[in-house]
């Protein structure tokens, strides 16, 4: 099962600056992609992660640890993909 997380920059920015570079959790936020979307009257740009769901809760669990205001964006993404099921 796979999930697609679309993250804010400033929250990937301040949850990558706490992961360890060696780490697997480091490996996938770095292979984001920042797209460009509209929203509203303007385009913003996002971080859209696509993985595993089993590397999601990683994500998650880090997130829970370590940078707390990301753990809503992430656990959206796993519950749309369990629901996609």
């Known amino acids: 099962m796979h999930a697609t997380i679309l993250m804010?920059?400033?929250?990937?920015?301040?949850?990558i600056d706490r992961c360890n570079e060696t780490s697997r959790e480091f490996a996938i936020l770095n292979n984001g992609v920042i797209i460009?979307?509209?929203?509203e009257d303007h385009f913003e740009r996002i971080l859209e992660i696509r993985c595993d769901i089993s590397d999601?809760?990683?994500l998650l669990y880090l997130a829970t640890t370590a940078?707390?205001?990301?753990?809503e964006e992430?656990?959206?993404?796993?519950?749309?993909?369990?629901?996609?099921?």
């Open 8 to 15: 804010s920059l400033l929250v990937y920015d301040c949850l």
């Open 36 to 39: 460009r979307r509209y929203k």
């Open 56 to 58: 999601a809760d990683r």
């Open 67 to 71: 940078y707390p205001e990301a753990v």
């Open 74 to 85: 992430i656990a959206k993404a796993i519950t749309a993909a369990r629901n996609s099921d």
